[in-house]
């Protein structure tokens, strides 16, 4: 018999070669096996999971307990630092001559401590502004509701008149103020709200505890922001390749920017609606214009459809006044809407994150069906992010394809 003298290379080219149905031969090494260990080790979780849900619930709300006020200062942290930037920047271009040193172990806690009252006083503004508002409002509905029932009384008597004339029948009501009174109060003293009013005072306690955690939390973070930095930085080279950590740390920046952008252009977005809705308002003669233009203005912050909730507080507190203006108000918050949904928040937002308007709309939509309030909160940054890094991709591979579209 002749030897078998094959090269290396072909054998290793047989070793791929195809079967007739298109696939490769399969080797099993360390590296496949470790996969096919986490792989079953998944399933088996998922599986397990799916089969103790309330477990798994159980586990996930503990795990959110003890979190949520680090998150929170994750959050209270971005939105200071989105001020704290700016104002250090404007410490930089100080003059300085022999107090360098001191100027520079200034900078980083006067420029927190600014920027932490800037947006603490914002709040507490907007706060003291709507508050009494609406408990002046609430007082004249107490003191007027008798005088209110009369009127839908007579609305409803004259109802009743005007269809008999024209040969319909509509039956009457009768409505005594102090039965209802009597009615509303056997309803609050029946309802066990002693012990709602407990869980609401204990569910507030543990809210102050988690707000200053948090507020203790985001200053640590921003007051050692590079340190922490810069050991992430090394722990993240340490264990893992250097490319994967580039890319990672540029999605990081990318993702940062965009949120950035995102939260600049949404403040802008909602100081114009509420000037918008202030002009119109006092063009109309409406009452509460301030108010009320700062409330929608405060609820423009949630994308798109934020506006309208400022629409319903706003309409609740000029009906009282008058209903015929509380109709006209709605109508002329819906006009503004349509116009501040289609055209500026796209143009101002969208243009901030660098987004399409189009895309806008259709991530605030989606992300509103999924996850509600906070899906539309982060849904447009997260698909900018998303879409700047489609972008990267795709012009990359018509790069290497040489194909200019």
């Not at 250097?242 to 940062?256: G, M, R």
Request: hydrophobic letters at 50%.
């Amino acid at each position: 018999m002749k030897e078998n003298n094959i090269p290396a290379e072909t054998q290793a080219a047989s070793d791929k070669k195809d079967d007739g149905f298109g696939s490769v031969t399969f080797r099993f090494t360390k590296r496949t096996f470790k996969y096919l260990v986490l792989a079953a080790g998944a399933v088996i979780l998922i599986y397990w999971a799916l089969n103790n849900t309330d477990k798994v619930s159980l586990v996930f709300d503990r795990i959110m307990t003890v979190v949520e006020p680090f998150i929170l200062g994750f959050c209270i942290a971005f939105v200071i630092n989105v001020l704290m930037r700016p104002l250090e920047k404007l410490w930089d271009k100080i003059p300085k001559k022999k107090t360098e040193k001191i100027s520079q172990k200034l900078r980083r806690p006067v420029c927190l401590i600014l920027s932490t009252l800037i947006m603490v006083g914002i709040v507490f503004a907007l706060l003291f502004m709507i508050i009494p508002e609406f408990k002046n409002t609430f007082g004249t509905i107490a003191n007027a509701f008798p005088q209110y029932i009369s009127k839908i009384e007579g609305w409803l008597a004259s109802a009743v008149k005007f269809a008999e004339s024209h040969g319909f029948t509509i039956p009457e009501f009768s409505f005594n103020a102090e039965k209802i009174m009597n009615v509303l109060g056997n309803a609050i003293n029946n309802s066990g709200i002693v012990d709602k009013t407990l869980n609401i005072t204990g569910s507030i306690v543990t809210g102050v505890v988690n707000l200053v955690i948090a507020f203790a939390f985001s200053f640590y973070l921003l007051s050692q922001k590079e340190k922490l930095a810069s050991g992430s930085k090394k722990v993240l080279y340490a264990f893992f390749r250097k490319e994967k950590v580039n890319k990672f740390l540029d999605f990081i920046e990318l993702a940062d920017q965009t949120f950035t952008n995102f939260l600049t252009g949404q403040l802008m977005e909602a100081v114009i609606i509420g000037v918008l809705c202030f002009i119109g308002m006092l063009i109309f003669r409406m009452p509460y214009a301030a108010v009320i233009s700062v409330l929608v203005g405060t609820t423009a912050l949630i994308p798109v459809f934020g506006a309208f909730i400022g629409t319903a507080i706003g309409a609740f507190l000029i009906l009282f006044v008058s209903p015929m203006k509380a109709v006209w108000f709605v109508v002329f918050i819906v006009i503004l809407q349509q116009l501040e949904g289609n055209l500026i928040y796209p143009k101002v937002v969208g243009k901030s994150v660098g987004l399409p308007g189009i895309w806008v709309l259709t991530a605030v939509t989606i992300g509103g069906n999924l996850l509600g309030v906070v899906g539309i909160l982060i849904s447009v940054p997260l698909c900018a992010v998303l879409y700047t890094l489609l972008r990267q991709s795709v012009n990359g591979r018509l790069k290497k394809k040489q194909i200019n579209i």
